[in-house]
C-alpha cells in the first residue's frame, strides 16, 4: 500500500494542490475534540484550504510532523478539477439516478470511494468560477474553494478512501463535465457569491468581450452546446466582469462562437476579427531591405518596432552581438534574445527569483516573427550557437531538440526514472513486490527546443487531445509536468525547457487558435520581429573573428551562474521597479493585451540573466533598465503582430471597413456594409469602444439640409481626432 506522503507527493505530480488533514482515532479526531462533526476531513495547517501545495518540501515537512495526516486535494482552477460528491447517507444515490434518466448518463472518468461508502467523481475543470455548493439532495459539487478527501486517507468509520478499481487517476482521463451538469452548477439564476482576489480574477471594461470570447471558444472546442455555453458565460458575466455587460451581448458571443461545429477550432482570424491580409512591401531607404506596410504601400497602423535602445546591449550579450553582427545578415534583435535563451538553458534550474509565491527562473520562450528566409532566423541561432558548443558540448549535443508536436513528447524528454512493481515469485508463488526501474530517466532536466516551423506546431496544437500546450505552459510556470493518460506513464520533475520558434506574420494570425491566445499560452513566449538586417552577398568575414575571449567569458558566467540560487534587486532597483511596475502590469485591451499580459515575470527574467552575465547574484538598475529596454521591444513586436483587434467582432470589422475608405463611413452606411443585420445598439457599442481605444473618430457630416449626420473616420498617424482636423475635412470636402 502506498504511504500517505507518498500519496500526497504523487497527487502534487500531477499538479493537484494537496494539504494535510486531521485524523480520526477511533471514535474521537485528532484535532483534540471529542465531539467534532467532521472527523479526518478538516486541515491541520492555519489557512486551510489556502495552504494547500505541490512544493515536495512543504508536503514532506507536513507528513514528517503528522505522519497519519489524512490527504487534502484543492478543487478548482488550482488543481483543474471539479468532483461532484456523492453522499448515500443523504439520498445522494437516488439523486444522481434521477438526474441520469433525465439527462443520460455520466460519462466514464476517474472516482474514488469515500470511506463511508459515499463517491467522488471528477471531471476536468471547466473554467470560469464552479462555486463549491450542493446541486441536490445528497450530491454536492466541489469547485472554487474547496477540497475532497483523497485515498490512502482514512474515514471516521474505520474505511479506507481508495480509487474505484476501473478508473483509478492513472489509467484513466478525467472527463469534461457533460452540458446539462454545467448548466445546472453555472446556472446565472444562483445567488452571486462575492469572489476574493484568490477566488476568481475580476475582468475588467476593455477586456470583457475578449476574455469572454476565449472562454465560448474553449467551451466549443471541448463540444458543449450552444444552451450550455450560454450558462457558463451568463453566470461568468455576472460573477466576474465589472461592469457585466448586457445579458443580450453575452448571448450574441455565444451565438457567433456557436457557428462553428463542436470540437471544431475557430481561429483567431475568427473569433477576434485580426487582419490577415497579405503583407506587401517596400524598401527601407537606410538598409535597402524590403518591409512590412500595408497592401496598398501605406503605412500599418502598428508600425515595425523602432531598432532597439543601446540599454539593450549591455553586457556580455551586447558585446557578442556587436563583434558579430557585421558578418552576418541576421537581424541584432534576434541574435541577442537568441543568446539569452541559450544562456538561460545552460544554465540550469538554480537560479530563480521569488516574485510573491512564484518562482521564475532562467528558461525563456520566444517566437521570432518574419518574413519567411528572408527574415534570417535561422542564421541568427547558427551563430549564436557557436560559442555554448564550446562551454557545454554535452548540452549542445543532447539537450538541443528539434520540434515539437506533443505534451508527452516533450514530458518524455526531461523524463523522471519510471518504476513499476514487479511480483516477487517462490515456487510459482507470489510472495512479494519489488521495485523495478523500467526506464532510468533523463538526469539533465535542461532542454532547448529549437522549432523553426512554429506555424506546424500551431496546427497540430488545435487538434482535440493534443497535450502540447498545457505542458508548455506548466514548464514556464514550474517544471513540474505529468499528463495523466493511460498510455502515458511519464512525468517530470524540475525541468527546465526553453524554447526558440520562428513563423511568419502570416501563418500566426492564420494558425494560433483564439483559444490560446487567451488561456496564456501565447503570452508565455516572447514575441519578437526580426528581418534581414543588411545584404552581405559575398557573406562576412566572421571566420577572422577571435572568439576566444567571448567564450572565456561566457564559461566564466555560466561556471558562476550555476552557483546561484535565489536572487534579489538592490535599492536602486527596487526603486525603479516601483516606478515602472504600474505601466507593466496595466491591462491593455485587445488581442495585444492578451500577448503581453505577463510582461513583469518577463522583464524580470531578462534583468535576472542581464545580471548573471555580469557574475552578479543582484539585479542592479542597469540590469533592468536593459531587460525593460528589451521587453519594450517585444511590446511592439506584438503590437505589430496583432494589430489594433479589441477582440470585438464587430468593432474590429468597423475599424477594419473605415480602413479601406478615405471618405470614411456614416452610421447608416455602417448598418448597410452588416446587410442591416446588426442592432443599432451593437454598432453604438462597438464605435464606442474604438473611440475609447483612439481608433476610430466620428465627425459631424457636411450639412445636407436635413438632420446632421455623423460621419466615423479611422485614426491614423496622419489623423487629429479634434475639433481642428474635424474642420479641415470639412473644409477639404
Not at 64 to 70: G, T
Request: charged share 25%.
Amino acid at each position: 500500500m502506498t504511504s500517505l506522503v507518498a500519496a500526497a507527493l504523487q497527487y502534487a505530480s500531477r499538479g493537484w494542490l494537496v494539504l494535510p488533514l486531521h485524523t480520526p482515532t477511533g471514535t474521537d479526531c485528532s484535532c483534540g475534540k471529542p465531539d467534532c462533526e467532521h472527523p479526518g476531513k478538516h486541515p491541520r495547517t492555519e489557512h486551510g484550504f489556502h495552504d494547500a501545495t505541490t512544493d515536495e518540501a512543504t508536503i514532506r515537512r507536513w507528513w514528517f510532523q503528522w505522519p497519519d495526516a489524512n490527504i487534502g486535494v484543492a478543487t478548482g482552477t488550482v488543481s483543474g478539477i471539479a468532483v461532484l460528491d456523492i453522499d448515500p447517507r443523504h439520498g445522494g444515490d437516488e439523486s444522481l439516478a434521477d438526474l441520469e434518466r433525465q439527462h443520460g448518463t455520466l460519462p466514464d472518468t476517474v472516482e474514488s470511494i469515500t470511506g463511508g461508502g459515499g463517491r467522488h467523481i471528477l471531471f476536468a475543470y471547466p473554467g470560469g468560477y464552479v462555486k463549491s455548493r450542493s446541486i441536490a439532495p445528497g450530491i454536492d459539487i466541489k469547485g472554487d474553494g474547496g477540497y475532497i478527501v483523497a485515498p490512502q486517507s482514512r474515514h471516521a468509520t474505520g474505511g479506507q478512501y481508495e480509487w474505484e478499481l476501473l478508473s483509478h487517476p492513472d489509467d484513466t482521463p478525467l472527463a469534461p463535465l457533460p452540458d446539462w451538469l454545467l448548466t445546472m452548477i453555472a446556472s446565472p439564476s444562483a445567488e452571486p457569491v462575492p469572489l476574493t482576489a484568490e477566488e476568481a480574477a475580476v475582468i475588467p471594461e476593455g477586456n470583457r468581450n475578449g476574455t469572454l470570447t476565449s472562454l465560448a471558444g474553449t467551451m466549443r472546442r471541448r463540444g458543449m452546446s450552444e444552451d450550455g455555453i450560454c450558462a457558463a458565460l451568463l453566470a461568468e458575466n455576472a460573477r466576474r466582469c465589472v461592469p457585466p455587460l448586457p445579458q443580450e451581448e453575452v448571448r450574441r458571443i455565444v451565438r457567433s462562437v456557436a457557428r462553428y461545429e463542436p470540437g471544431v477550432t475557430p481561429s483567431v482570424i475568427d473569433l477576434f476579427g485580426t487582419d490577415a491580409k497579405r503583407l506587401d512591401t517596400n524598401v527601407a531607404a537606410d538598409t535597402g531591405i524590403p518591409v512590412p506596410a500595408e497592401a496598398d504601400g501605406t503605412p500599418m497602423a502598428n508600425p515595425w518596432p523602432e531598432p532597439l535602445t543601446p540599454a539593450a546591449f549591455h553586457g556580455l550579450a551586447g558585446d557578442f552581438v556587436r563583434a558579430i553582427e557585421p558578418h552576418t545578415e541576421a537581424d541584432p534583435v534576434a541574435l541577442l534574445i537568441s543568446y539569452f535563451v541559450a544562456v538561460g538553458s545552460v544554465v540550469g534550474r538554480g537560479p530563480h527569483f521569488v516574485a510573491e509565491a512564484a518562482r521564475h527562473y532562467t528558461n525563456l520562450n520566444a517566437v521570432l516573427v518574419g518574413q519567411t528566409a528572408r527574415g534570417r532566423k535561422g542564421s541568427s541561432w547558427a551563430q549564436v550557437r557557436r560559442p555554448f558548443e564550446t562551454i557545454d558540448a554535452d548540452w549542445a549535443l543532447d539537450r538541443i531538440k528539434y520540434g515539437l508536436s506533443s505534451g508527452e513528447g516533450l514530458i518524455w524528454a526531461v523524463r523522471d526514472a519510471i518504476e513499476k512493481q514487479e511480483p516477487v515469485r517462490e515456487k510459482g508463488r507470489v510472495v512479494g513486490y519489488q521495485t523495478v526501474v523500467e526506464d532510468p530517466g533523463v538526469d539533465d532536466k535542461r532542454v532547448l527546443i529549437v522549432e523553426q516551423e512554429f506555424a506546424s506546431t500551431l496546427r497540430v496544437m488545435g487538434r482535440d487531445g493534443n497535450t502540447l500546450s498545457p505542458t508548455i505552459r506548466q514548464a514556464w510556470d514550474t517544471g513540474d509536468l505529468r499528463i495523466m493518460t493511460k498510455n502515458s506513464p511519464a512525468k517530470a520533475t524540475g525541468a527546465h525547457i526553453s524554447i526558440i520558434a520562428h513563423i511568419t506574420r502570416d501563418e500566426v494570425l492564420r494558425y494560433l487558435d483564439s483559444t490560446e491566445a487567451g488561456n496564456g499560452f501565447a503570452n508565455r513566449f516572447l514575441w519578437v520581429c526580426v528581418r534581414r538586417s543588411k545584404l552581405l552577398p559575398e557573406g562576412g568575414h566572421i571566420q577572422e573573428l577571435d572568439f576566444g575571449p567571448f567564450v572565456r567569458a561566457l564559461k566564466s558566467a555560466v561556471e558562476y551562474a550555476r552557483g546561484v540560487t535565489e536572487m534579489k534587486r538592490d535599492a536602486e532597483a527596487r526603486e525603479l521597479w516601483r516606478q515602472v511596475y504600474p505601466t507593466l502590469s496595466a491591462d491593455v485591451p485587445g488581442l495585444v493585451g492578451a500577448m503581453i499580459a505577463r510582461s513583469e515575470a518577463q522583464t524580470l527574467r531578462l534583468a535576472c540573466l542581464y545580471a548573471l552575465l555580469d557574475q552578479s547574484a543582484t539585479v542592479r538598475r542597469e540590469h533592468l533598465e536593459a531587460a525593460l529596454a528589451l521587453w519594450g521591444y517585444c511590446e511592439d513586436s506584438a503590437r505589430f503582430v496583432f494589430g489594433d483587434a479589441l477582440g470585438d467582432p464587430v468593432a474590429d470589422e468597423i475599424l477594419r471597413t473605415l480602413r479601406q475608405t478615405e471618405d470614411g463611413l456614416t452610421r447608416t452606411e455602417i448598418s448597410k456594409h452588416f446587410g442591416r443585420n446588426r442592432a443599432a445598439a451593437d454598432i453604438s457599442r462597438a464605435l464606442a469602444r474604438l473611440l475609447e481605444a483612439g481608433l476610430a473618430v466620428g465627425m459631424p457630416d457636411a450639412p445636407t439640409g436635413g438632420r446632421p449626420a455623423e460621419r466615423w473616420f479611422a485614426v491614423t498617424p496622419g489623423r487629429r481626432a479634434d475639433s481642428q482636423s474635424t474642420k479641415e475635412t470639412n473644409e477639404t470636402k
